[in-house]
């Protein structure tokens, strides 16, 4: 993902990343314990 957004010139350190991911997973996780 870093080599990517800093290929595209997107501004987004690496702890805003981390975050948006961990959001994601829990999510996901939640998604697949109430299926």
Do not use: C, Y
């Not at 800093?6 to 109430?34: C, F, P, W, Y």
Request: glycine share 6%; aromatic share 2%; charged share 30%.
């Amino acid at each position: 993902i870093r080599g990517d957004f800093d290929a595209a010139g997107v501004e987004q350190s690496d702890h805003q990343i981390r975050r948006t991911m961990d959001e994601l997973m829990a999510q996901a996780i939640e998604q697949i314990k109430n299926t």
